[in-house]
Every structure is written in structure tokens, then in C-alpha cells.
């Protein structure tokens, strides 16, 4: 029975995957698609599409990584393999966290509207604001790279160089346990704060605003209203989505005896593949141009594959 419901843990994590695969690259594919034919591209796409990639290539050692542990469970992996793999792990979520912190960053630097001092000046620099964060987690990436690194250099040289990707060994759920601690309490925590942070902030911004309105009883709805209403309904998935993820994260890191229950990884994995996969859904029915794209591309698809139809139930009644 545990076999059956680890074969289901893992097909729904590579349909995940898939579904991942081609929202973000849809995503992709539409920006630099548009970039082409204008020769320009805005900072929100900008974003969006670096966005994309960085989740594809997240997705993909997520695939490879979940490959690897069902595969070769029983396999010895050397140091070489072992920091490899580590390293995209960390390198993907990395920028798939911290991209998402910018995108989260801009529309709340774009949209909403204090009167503070350091507020207007950061606003008045929005792309120079969200290019420096950004190249600031490189910081942060190269530490948590520096850390793991040791981490696994002195782990596996107590392993004599190689280590099973059997989690049902305490000598391996003692050492993820650890590099899932260092990755994901210590710096993921880092650019999810950032992103809650800047949605409670949008909150208070359209909370101060509508204030504002009903003093000077303007009951209409405004532009700016309308513009906090439109962009906390695409956060709020995310801030969910990412709160379910960071939660999946910490899970691991509560006991070792849970690491040694592959359902329990399995189902995990179920859940962080959520969140890049599924807030790409969101991001394309969020943004116009994706929304009206991907809604052309449904009606062609239906169209086309409808013409056959009737053509395959002619040819079969000929057959039979």
C-alpha cells in the first residue's frame, strides 16, 4: 500500500512540475516574444520573465533531484554529485524567492502612496530600489553556498566521500535536515518576511486611502483604489502560496524521524512544487496581456483540436 501511495506522491509532483513547466514557460515565451517585436520591454515584464526562467530551472532540479532520490535511492553519491545538486537547489530557489520579493517590492513602491519622506524618495527610484535588492540576496547566496559547502565537506568526510539518497538512513536525514535549516529557516526567512511585509503594507496603504475618500465623501470608486484592489488580489494568492511553501519548508526541518518517511518527503515535494507552479497560473490570469494571450491560445487549441473530431469518427466508422 505505501508503494501505491508513493507511486501517487510522485506522479502528482511530476504533474506539478509539468503544469510549472508550461505556465512559466508561457510567461517566458509572451515577454520575450513582445520584447522582439518592440524592442523594448517594461520592468514589471523584466521581472516577470526573469520570474519565469528562474522557476523553469527551479522546477527542473526539483525534477531531477525527486529522479535521483526514486531511482537511485540505494546508490552511493559522492561529494562531487552531492554539492552539485545542493548548489542549484539553492541557487534556483534563491532567485525564484527573491525575484518574487522584487515583483512583490515594485507594485507596492508603484501602487501605493505614503506621505514619509524616505517613501517618495525610494518611489521616485523604483527600478534602481528593486536592482539593488536584488543584486544585495547575492550576498546572501554566496554566504549560503559558503555555508552548505562546509556543511557538506565535513559531512562527507566523516561518509568517507559518499552518501545514500535513502532517507530512511539517519546519517542522511541528519544531514538535509541540517542544509534544509541553513537554506530555508535561516535565509529563505529573509525575502518571505520581505514579501509579507510589502502586503500588509499595501493593506494599510488602501485602508488609509479609503479613509482619506470617505472624509471628503467621495464614495466612488477612485483609480488609485481600483489600482490596491486590482494588485492585492493577484498578492494574495501569492502571499498564500508562499506562506504554504516557507511552512512545507520548515516542516522538514522539526524532526529527523520525519525525514525518514518517504511519504512524508513525498508529500512535501507535493506541496513546494505548488507554489512556482501554481503562482504561475496566477501571474498569467493577473496581468492583461498574459490573460488575453493564454485565452487566445485556448480558443485555438479548441478550435483546432475540435475540427478533428469529427474526422477521426468518420475515419473510425469506415474501419469498423
Request: with cysteine; net charge positive; aromatic share 14%.
Amino acid at each position: 500500500m505505501d508503494g501505491i501511495t508513493q507511486s501517487m506522491f510522485t506522479f502528482i509532483v511530476v504533474v506539478e512540475i509539468i503544469i510549472g513547466w508550461i505556465g512559466n514557460g508561457f510567461i517566458a515565451l509572451v515577454n520575450c516574444t513582445q520584447w522582439v517585436k518592440r524592442r523594448k520591454i517594461s520592468a514589471v515584464n523584466q521581472i516577470l520573465t526573469a520570474l519565469a526562467f528562474s522557476r523553469i530551472y527551479l522546477l527542473t532540479t526539483v525534477f531531477t533531484f525527486v529522479s535521483m532520490s526514486t531511482l537511485y535511492s540505494h546508490v552511493l553519491v559522492t561529494r562531487r554529485v552531492t554539492t552539485l545538486i545542493n548548489f542549484h537547489l539553492i541557487f534556483s530557489n534563491h532567485f525564484s524567492m527573491w525575484l518574487a520579493a522584487c515583483l512583490g517590492l515594485f507594485y507596492f513602491l508603484k501602487i501605493a502612496n505614503f506621505s514619509n519622506s524616505i517613501f517618495v524618495y525610494l518611489k521616485m527610484r523604483i527600478n534602481q530600489v528593486v536592482s539593488g535588492t536584488l543584486l544585495m540576496s547575492l550576498a546572501l547566496l554566496f554566504l549560503n553556498t559558503l555555508l552548505i559547502n562546509s556543511y557538506i565537506d565535513t559531512q562527507m568526510d566523516d561518509n568517507r566521500g559518499y552518501l545514500l539518497y535513502d532517507f530512511t538512513s539517519n546519517n542522511t536525514a541528519s544531514f538535509y535536515r541540517v542544509i534544509l535549516f541553513i537554506n530555508n529557516c535561516i535565509f529563505t526567512s529573509i525575502p518571505f518576511t520581505l514579501s509579507q511585509s510589502t502586503f500588509l503594507l499595501l493593506i494599510f496603504s488602501l485602508w488609509r486611502h479609503h479613509k482619506k475618500m470617505q472624509q471628503h465623501a467621495q464614495r466612488c470608486r477612485d483609480a488609485l483604489a481600483s489600482a490596491h484592489i486590482k494588485v492585492l488580489q493577484t498578492m494574495i494568492t501569492y502571499v498564500l502560496l508562499c506562506a504554504i511553501f516557507f511552512l512545507a519548508l520548515s516542516m522538514q526541518v522539526w524532526s529527523t524521524e520525519l525525514l525518514k518517511n518517504i511519504l512524508y518527503i513525498r508529500f512535501c515535494e507535493i506541496v513546494l512544487a505548488l507554489f512556482p507552479s501554481g503562482h504561475s497560473c496566477v501571474l498569467i490570469w493577473g496581468d492583461t496581456n498574459l490573460r488575453r494571450t493564454s485565452l487566445s491560445v485556448v480558443w485555438w487549441l479548441k478550435h483546432r483540436y475540435t475540427s478533428w473530431v469529427p474526422k477521426i469518427y468518420c475515419i473510425s466508422s469506415c474501419i469498423f
